[in-house]
T-cell receptor, first 112, second 111 residues
Framework: GENVEQHPSTLSVQEGDSAVIKCTYS??????FPWYKQELGKGPQLIID?????GEKKDQRIAVTLNKTAKHFSLHITETQPEDSAVYFC???????????FGRGTSLIVHP | DVKVTQSSRYLVKRTGEKVFLECVQD?????MFWYRQDPGLGLRLIYF???????EKGDIPEGYSVSREKKERFSLILESASTNQTSMYLC??????????FGEGSRLTVL
């Protein structure tokens, strides 16, 4: 089955810095890679996703890159703000109704 | 706005009690999931259902059962709660392209 590794487990940055979270996956059949943000006391919410036919996707201050050959993908947050503080999960799946496999999460702390 | 609603946000139960966690989605999704979230362990899949009255075990089904009598409702049942089941429980349904929609979570404490 699929195995997703996520690093780091904790990331502490100053407001305005960039933050990068990295994930690797094992199953070459995976072609859908979502990222979820979980704020304190809430359920995870999808913030951005990427499919295997795309190498990079951007949405304002967040971007995701995918390297299918190396089987890794990353989340980049620029100009971090205190409201970016949350737990971030990466996931990988073949897409559609297939169950995604999650990384263990990264706790991002943005210091004002 | 699409929604997954978990009826209980916080529960405190005693060891041996039967616990029901209810989840309802309004998106007409076929597949629904129950996850358990513990610090450092991420999201672990307990059970999932791909249709009414259908269920499949996830990675950690021991001590849990589920019920899916209607498409929009998926319940998690702890037949006899134990202290090691103290955790955050998350319900989710899956959209057509593979994105998960989560509820707000149910934090269960078993004393």
């Amino acid at each position: 089955g699929e195995n997703v590794e996520q690093h780091p487990s904790t990331l502490s940055v100053q407001e305005g810095d960039s933050a990068v979270i990295k994930c690797t996956y094992s199953d070459s059949a995976s072609n859908y890679f979502p990222w979820y943000k979980q704020e304190l006391g809430k359920g995870p919410q999808l913030i951005i996703d990427i499919r295997s036919n795309v190498g990079e996707k951007k949405d304002q201050r967040i971007a995701v890159t995918l390297n299918k050959t190396a089987k890794h993908f990353s989340l980049h947050i620029t100009e971090t703000q205190p409201e970016d503080s949350a737990v971030y999960f990466c996931a990988a799946s073949p897409g559609g109704s297939y169950i995604p496999t999650f990384g263990r999460g990264t706790s991002l702390i943005v210091h004002p | 706005d699409v929604k997954v609603t978990q009826s209980s946000r916080y529960l405190v139960k005693r060891t041996g009690e039967k616990v029901f966690l209810e989840c309802v989605q309004d998106m007409d999704h076929e597949n629904m999931f129950w996850y358990r979230q513990d610090p450092g362990l991420g999201l672990r899949l307990i059970y999932f259902s791909y249709d009414v009255k259908m269920k499949e075990k996830g990675d950690i089904p021991e001590g849990y059962s589920v019920s899916r009598e209607k498409k929009e409702r998926f319940s998690l049942i702890l037949e006899s709660a134990s202290t090691n089941q103290t955790s955050m429980y998350l319900c989710a349904s899956i959209g057509g392209v593979g994105e998960l929609f989560f509820g707000e979570g149910s934090r269960l404490t078993v004393l």
